[in-house]
């Protein structure tokens, strides 16, 4: 869908934070969802700095992350970055990009990491992991002394699991059986819990980078206490992991009709 958004390019980008605020001149463009991710992606490699080991996210949005650090590389705007991709998926972009690699065992500490989220909160809270990758991006992103998250403006919700899905990751072993208890765990909010597939006719399951499935959590509801939902959740054996990423994100870039702005914890 398109959005109508001034001209807003690059570093031509406004960089208050706080609410959206409206632009003098009138909206002369319309930029596509994808546009808006792109212009987040771009203002989070602004952070960049050589010499860092940087946590790269997964998805449509860090895709542009990913991609700009490459061109910045190329151009020798950056030098001896090492780059920690958060799936198989980003490894895979990375490396044909020919950004250096590691992982954690090598690199524990991570100067910053740039990802995407399926929602963000009031509180920057997020919601991770539709697109399949949150176990390895939430061990990538708890290690890093920055985390930066860039959405466009869709992607701001009122409450966790308001606009769709909250994912968890759970071990293949009778996964009917989490499945039925991740659901009780919710009943109070409304919720249904679906195994995702690969979305093909045969319904085979979504496995992930780690050989594991996915539950989504669908809430009719706000649940409420995320701490407490989160603990709950974990303390169920057969989970791996869940999708709410509380209190992680150092700084949020948000992309939107009326220009960029960047919230900070
Ligand atoms: O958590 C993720 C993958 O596991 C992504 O960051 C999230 O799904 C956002 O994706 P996109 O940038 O394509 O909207």
């Avoid at 997020?126 to 403006?153: H, P, Q």
């Avoid at 606009?163 to 991740?182: D, H, N, Y």
């Avoid at 919710?186 to 006719?201: I, P, V, W």
């Amino acid at each position: 869908m398109a959005i109508p958004c001034p001209p807003l390019l690059g570093s031509e980008l406004p960089m208050e934070g706080g609410p959206l605020s409206p632009l003098s001149s009138p909206p002369q463009v319309v930029l596509t969802q994808d546009e808006l991710k792109k212009i987040a992606a771009y203002k989070a490699v602004e952070f960049v700095q050589s010499g860092m080991v940087i946590g790269l996210g997964t998805g449509s949005t860090a895709k542009h992350a990913v991609d700009r650090i490459a061109d910045l590389l190329r151009q020798g705007k950056l030098n001896n970055i090492i780059g920690i991709p958060t799936s198989k998926k980003t490894h895979q972009q990375a490396l044909s990009l020919g950004i250096p690699l590691s992982d954690l065992d090598s690199h524990p500490i991570v100067d910053l990491a740039i990802d995407g989220a399926d929602e963000v909160d009031g509180d920057l809270n997020l919601v991770k992991g539709r697109g399949g990758s949150l176990l390895r991006e939430k061990m990538i992103e708890s290690a890093c002394k920055k985390f930066v998250v860039i959405v466009d403006e869709s992607k701001l919700i009122p409450h966790i699991g308001a606009s769709g899905a909250m994912p968890v990751e759970i071990v293949p072993f009778c996964w009917k059986f989490t499945q039925e208890r991740l659901q009780q765990l919710f009943d109070y909010a409304g919720c249904m819990a679906k195994l995702r597939t690969n979305g093909d006719e045969n319904g085979e399951p979504f496995v992930t980078d780690n050989g594991n499935y996915i539950i989504d959590l669908y809430f009719k509801k706000d649940i409420g206490d995320l701490k407490a939902s989160s603990d709950a959740i974990l303390r169920l054996a057969g989970v791996v992991e869940h999708g709410m990423f509380l209190g992680m994100a150092t700084t949020v870039i948000v992309a939107g009709e009326l220009g960029v702005t960047i919230k900070n914890k």
